[in-house]
């Protein structure tokens, strides 16, 4: 083998190289890619899956059997939250029930961890992004779930109002 052939040899090789090592990191950003967007999809449905069983009780303590005709009525917001012995999920009965709530749960061994935080305020329809400190017909419910695996933070919110017609 003559010089020209070695050094061109050694330039396939050199390419060779080169090439293998960037399908090996556009493999390696591919999974990385895959790996977030599955957590992003498991922290959505489990974000998703609270608001709805949050949507299935009563709005209030007080209108969970009974008729409210003024705010007054209603819990305090100071006192929303979990009644003397109620606890998470077997007793919750009221929307805000869920103010306050801290689980960790671990879906399945390859989805990871995922800590959910969720919190319920009253709020005004004119400014929705805003807690109020006196009761309303309206409560807001924002879930917010992390994981360690995941570099973003999933974030939920749900607005349930009180409505009764005679």
């Known amino acids: 083998m003559n010089t020209g052939q070695t050094i061109f040899a050694l ?3 050199a390419l060779l190289g080169t090439v293998v090592v960037s399908m090996n990191r556009s493999l390696g950003n591919s999974n990385q890619v895959i790996i977030q967007a599955k957590l ?3 922290a959505i ?3 998703s899956s609270l608001v709805e069983e949050a949507q299935g009780k009563a709005f209030d303590k007080n209108t969970d059997e009974d008729i409210v005709t003024a705010t007054t009525q209603l819990t305090p917001s100071a006192q929303l939250g ?3 012995g109620e606890f998470y999920p077997d007793s919750l009965n009221d929307f805000d029930d869920f103010n306050n709530l801290q689980r ?8 990871g961890v995922f800590n959910i935080s969720c919190r319920v305020y009253y709020i005004d329809p004119a400014t929705p992004n805003v807690a109020q400190t006196s009761q309303t017909w309206h409560k807001k419910l924002n879930v917010q779930v992390t994981s360690p695996q995941m570099k973003d933070t999933v974030d939920a919110e749900y607005i349930f109002s009180y409505w009764y017609f005679r």
């Open 45 to 47: 449905s489990i974000a």
């Open 82 to 84: 979990l009644e003397t």
């Open 104 to 111: 960790t749960i671990t879906p399945d061994t390859l989805s």
């Open 11 to 13: 330039f396939a090789l």
């Open 40 to 42: 992003g999809v498991t």
